[in-house]
């Protein structure tokens, strides 16, 4: 009894609660950067309807926000089922932008089938 009144010292939590507060706000300047990218992007794209030629490098920069938004998701609430949404969106990410081998691009598309499946047979329903 004695060694579990010790575990949640008062060090622990304001230990525990200041990393909760540090990962928020980390959190928050991600997403500010996230947004700022988004808004720069759609500037950019608008002032030069020409630089859509490069859809690949639009895609690219929009895949990279989107993947961040997701990751920065993950950190506030990492659920199990958040983080394989994170892995999802990564993967699927890295299939529309590289146009490598076909074998690179079977894999991936395996890989988000098996987070897929984990995520419907795997995860009980309260954590989704």
């Given at each position: 009894?004695?060694?579990?009144?010790?575990?949640?010292?008062?060090?622990?939590?304001?230990?525990?609660?200041?990393?909760?507060?540090?990962?928020?706000?980390i959190?928050?300047?991600?997403?500010?950067?996230?947004?700022?990218?988004?808004?720069?992007?759609?500037?950019?794209?608008?002032?030069?309807?020409?630089?859509?030629?490069?859809?690949?490098?639009?895609?690219?920069?929009i895949?990279?926000?989107?993947?961040?938004?997701?990751?920065?998701?993950?950190?506030i609430?990492?659920?199990?089922?958040?983080?394989l949404?994170?892995?999802?969106?990564?993967?699927t990410?890295?299939?529309?932008?590289?146009?490598?081998?076909?074998?690179?691009?079977?894999?991936?598309?395996?890989?988000?089938?098996?987070?897929?499946?984990?995520?419907r047979?795997?995860?009980?329903?309260?954590?989704?």
């Amino acid at each position: 009894m004695n060694q579990h009144h010790h575990h949640n010292s008062k060090l622990d939590i304001i230990i525990r609660r200041s990393l909760h507060i540090l990962e928020r706000i980390i959190a928050v300047i991600i997403l500010g950067f996230l947004v700022g990218s988004l808004i720069l992007e759609v500037i950019h794209v608008w002032g030069d309807p020409t630089s859509l030629k490069d859809v690949t490098h639009f895609l690219h920069n929009i895949l990279t926000i989107v993947v961040g938004l997701e990751f920065v998701r993950m950190m506030i609430d990492t659920t199990p089922a958040n983080i394989l949404e994170v892995l999802t969106v990564a993967i699927t990410r890295h299939v529309v932008l590289s146009h490598e081998d076909p074998w690179s691009n079977l894999a991936c598309i395996a890989c988000i089938a098996g987070l897929f499946a984990i995520r419907r047979y795997l995860i009980r329903r309260s954590e989704l």
